[in-house]
């Protein structure tokens, strides 16, 4: 299998619908170079610009819907297109995910679950999502997750119980906590026996650096390939059915205790 992460500047000098679009041809680019392409967080109108979220909120199915669903169906992929700022029917805003299909078809989205700001930012101005999501590939199962997500182990358990294989996680990760997120992203490989592709945005947020430096990690916590902190596509072919066989040669999944039982009332 082969996966292309997109690692997107975002910058305040360029429109979201040229950044749109750009993207959008990025991602027809990797027709036959890719089975699965992975976008950002939030890459519209950067994870930081809190101020923005409202002004660029979109329907579920609104203008970024349509061009990334085009995108995959025009090069034939698999598609994590990050994620947009929803504006659901009720007006609550959300982080959320979407994933379609070689098709164009909407396999699946994401309301991000685990919100960052710590009571401001994106903390107060979007709601939680509640359901981890999962997404069936011929090849293997993808969990989804997204960004603050990454801190939150009990959530990627949740996922892998859901039968994923690869996490992917799109991000706006700062660069002054560019060592935690490599730390978490093998981390959360090497406790789930697990791919990681942990998708990153480059430039700067409303005044925050981006640290890039998007990761793909084996079941076994090996880096396979890291981008650096600029714009660029980091691609890598890997053998999914290496989770099997990492899970059979050191079973240690099997031996979980916590989290198994039913929880008392």
Request: net charge negative.
């Amino acid at each position: 299998m082969r996966a292309s992460l997109l690692q997107i500047a975002v910058n305040e000098d360029e429109s979201v619908q040229a950044r749109r679009r750009r993207v959008a041809s990025s991602v027809r680019d990797q027709g036959g170079a890719a089975d699965l392409v992975v976008l950002p967080e939030l890459w519209t109108t950067g994870a930081f610009a809190f101020e923005r979220f409202g002004a660029e909120a979109e329907p579920l199915e609104g203008p970024t819907y349509e061009a990334m669903a085009k995108a995959a169906s025009d090069a034939g992929v698999w598609l994590h297109a990050g994620s947009v700022p929803e504006r659901a029917p009720d007006g609550q805003l959300y982080n959320t995910s979407l994933v379609f299909s070689p098709s164009g078809g909407l396999a699946a989205s994401y309301r991000k679950i685990h919100r960052f700001g710590f009571d401001k930012g994106e903390a107060v101005l979007m709601g939680a999502g509640r359901e981890p999501v999962t997404v069936r590939l011929p090849e293997t199962v993808l969990g989804v997750a997204t960004c603050y997500d990454l801190r939150f182990p009990e959530l990627f358990r949740s996922l892998v119980g859901g039968g994923a294989e690869i996490l992917v996680v799109p991000a706006g990760w700062p660069e002054r906590r560019r060592s935690h997120w490599t730390l978490l992203a093998r981390a959360r490989a090497v406790e789930n026996q697990a791919f990681v592709l942990a998708c990153g945005t480059a430039g700067t947020h409303s005044g925050v650096p981006q640290a890039g430096h998007s990761i793909v990690v084996d079941p076994w916590g090996e880096v396979l390939a890291e981008a650096g902190a600029d714009e660029e596509i980091l691609t890598v072919e890997f053998d999914p059915a290496q989770v099997a066989r990492t899970r059979e040669q050191f079973p240690a999944l099997k031996d979980r205790v916590l989290g198994l039982e039913t929880p008392r009332r």
